[in-house]
């Protein structure tokens, strides 16, 4: 019972999506694969480990039980009728035959096990193994040898694939692997597909999936939250759930952090991507790209940080005043930036930023991103489009 209340009592309430499975599941209808997607930190992975417990309970009625032993099985990951698949990065050369974890080093082996420990205890909490470029065409041959035998327990085989669009990395050859099972499905199996980039999937696999769209959750939601489960005070919930920009896991984030050293990192990171000297790009570079190897959720945590300053800037600079900021406690360094860029186009570098997360997620080359991105930040402040000829 313990583990039911951390479990699923941390997930946020999407009401109007566990209404639509629950109404799927009590008409016998599951679908044999789904697709749930929409921005990050929106409970996707949550709500796919949920309703593969449910599919599972032995007791359950529109919600898993959380007593029974398949759902205790359940969060913690560990039970026989799931598999989950994540990205995973390829430390040693395997041959084609061999099962996936061969790929992992000692080290990184035994952190997954621990992400995965995390992840049952916490929904939001994310498996990301450094260097996880990519779903490896391994991990869909390791499927593909048990998928079709027997099932030992009975209830119905989940397998779960998170971050699915990196099974289109490299040649995408795991997404063909895959789509042949999909094509034909064994029976009392469910696939539950997560991503926050559903347009990096090819259309043959998304078309056999139900599709399932998680909407960003709205502030007071996130502020009753952060209020009950991590005992923040209201004025502080609010600024949190504020930041969070419907992203749970930017709160999560937040919330362990001083909020004064978040400001002042925003400032930095906007003025070294603003200076015309080479030493304030030069540490926007560095800064990057190492964060980005060590922990890449933090650095799209900074693009997004930056973005909040651009979009403010630009209301600022277009309502004079009257817009609802995000960084009210920066108003007065913002009303300064725009000054100093009368000619800014704040619209196309927030885009910038946008496409640069979205480059990163698709594993182009680091360095070069990066530098684009400053070009253009630079370009696009002084009022240049730039020209791409
Ligand atoms: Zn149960």
New binding site residues.
Partial sequence: MAEKIVMFNRLVEQERIWRRIISSYKRNRVASAYLFYGPAGTGKEGYAIKFA?LLN????DAE?????L??KKFYSLQHPNLTLIVPLPKDKDITKNDSVVKALSDKNLKLLTELMGKKGRNPYSKINLPRANRILINSIRDLRKTIFLKMIESGRKVILIFDAHKLSSQQGEAGNALLKILEEPPEDTTFILTTDFPDQLPETIRSRCQSLYFPPLPDQVLTEYFQEVHQKTENEALLISHLSQGNIRTGLNLITKDMNEIFELLESLIDWVSEESESGWRRFLVNGSSLYRSNPQEFAFQLQLMSYWFRDAMFLAKLNGKAQLILTDRKEKLAEYITRFPNAKYPEIIDQLETCVDSLSRNYNLNLVLMNLLLDIQNLLHGRLRNYA
């Fill in positions: 417990t309970c032995q007791k359950g898993p039980c959380g007593d029974c398949s759902c």
